[in-house]
């Protein structure tokens, strides 16, 4: 899938996302639980809010400076879905 995406916290601290008029492809299978399920939902050209509990997300673990049990919001377009 290629996708223009803003990933943040509940307290609203961004921890990722692409810039400007950048996108990002990833092969879907890699990515979380979250996504997997929710990005086949919208059209090429869509957008959507995704608000992904913990145990769709990275559950227990701490990953970069997302912390343990965090649940996960994204801003995500998606440009391609190949």
Excluded at 27 to 51: A, M, R, S, V
Excluded at 56 to 74: C, D, E, K, W
């Amino acid at each position: 899938v290629t996708v223009k995406y803003k990933g943040y916290l509940l307290d609203g601290s961004v921890f990722d996302e692409t810039s400007g008029s950048s996108s990002a492809t990833f092969p879907l299978y890699n990515l979380i639980e979250g996504w997997q399920e929710g990005i086949p939902l919208l059209k090429t050209g869509g957008k959507g809010t995704f608000f992904i509990p913990s145990y769709l997300g990275y559950g227990p673990s701490r990953i970069g400076t997302i912390p343990a049990n965090s649940v996960l919001i994204f801003e995500i377009e998606l440009v391609k879905y190949q």
